[in-house]
T-cell receptor
Framework: DQQVKQNSPSLSVQEGRISILNCDYTNSMFDYFLWYKKYPAEGPTFLISISSIKDKNEDGRFTVFLNKSAKHLSLHIVPSQPGDSAVYFCAARTDYGGSQGNLIFGKGTKLSVKP | ETGVTQTPRHLVMGMTNKKSLKCEQHLGHNAMYWYKQSAKKPLELMFVYNFKEQTENNSVPSRFSPECPNSSHLFLHLHTLQPEDSALYLC???????????????FGPGTRLTVL
């Protein structure tokens, strides 16, 4: 039973347009959400995060939105660039119980930005 | 070397072999993690070490045996694996704080393991 779901395995976007990657979660105890980016043959690298007390966090071309009532977050990339082509993982964290700081990952969405 | 390194990058082994995966972090972190990524599945947490103590074993079969001799090194010893254990094994590290929660984990490039 997946607690973090990325229902779109792939997304293709034209260069310069907006990329929107979606993530849904089921556990209302999650208090922190992160997005990781992964290129082939490399490990995931941290991109941006958001605390559950906020609904938006922006860093340059990347913005993450959190809708707690819908248990949904999204990553917006604008404008999209060919170098953004990678797999994007959504991850959630909870600090309850004995699993302090452990991350639960989604399956990832492969973004392709076409020139 | 900077960041988190893993060796070997690729490993092919038979079901009767014994091998070890190595992870080293140069970030001064205190927490280290092993993850497994199988095809079309989410990253699955396997083990967590915080200040050299194992704090999480996510119901991993005993044919996987972790070892953390110090805060900078993490090993995953493998023996009598099954073909379904073929996957990408990722190591990560984080600051690690006693009694508090980390936010960001830094990942190594992974070891692509194939079990024949």
């Amino acid at each position: 039973d997946q607690q973090v779901k990325q229902n779109s395995p792939s997304l293709s976007v034209q260069e310069g347009r907006i990329s929107i990657l979606n993530c849904d979660y089921t556990n209302s105890m999650f208090d922190y959400f992160l997005w990781y980016k992964k290129y082939p043959a490399e490990g995931p690298t941290f991109l941006i995060s958001i605390s559950s007390i906020k609904d938006k966090n922006e860093d340059g071309r990347f913005t993450v939105f959190l809708n707690k009532s819908a248990k949904h977050l999204s990553l917006h990339i604008v404008p999209s660039q060919p170098g953004d082509s990678a797999v994007y993982f959504c991850a959630a964290r909870t600090d309850y119980g004995g699993s302090q700081g452990n991350l639960i990952f989604g399956k990832g969405t492969k973004l392709s930005v076409k020139p | 070397e900077t960041g988190v390194t893993q060796t070997p990058r690729h490993l092919v082994m038979g079901m009767t072999n014994k091998k070890s995966l190595k992870c080293e972090q140069h970030l001064g972190h205190n927490a280290m993690y092993w993850y497994k990524q199988s095809a079309k599945k989410p990253l699955e947490l396997m083990f967590v070490y915080n200040f050299k103590e194992q704090t999480e074993n996510n119901s991993v079969p005993s044919r996987f045996s972790p070892e953390c001799p110090n805060s900078s090194h993490l090993f995953l010893h493998l023996h009598t694996l099954q073909p379904e254990d073929s996957a990408l094994y990722l190591c990560a590290s984080s600051q690690g704080q006693r009694g508090a929660v980390d936010n960001e984990q830094f990942f190594g490039p992974g070891t692509r393991l194939t079990v024949l």
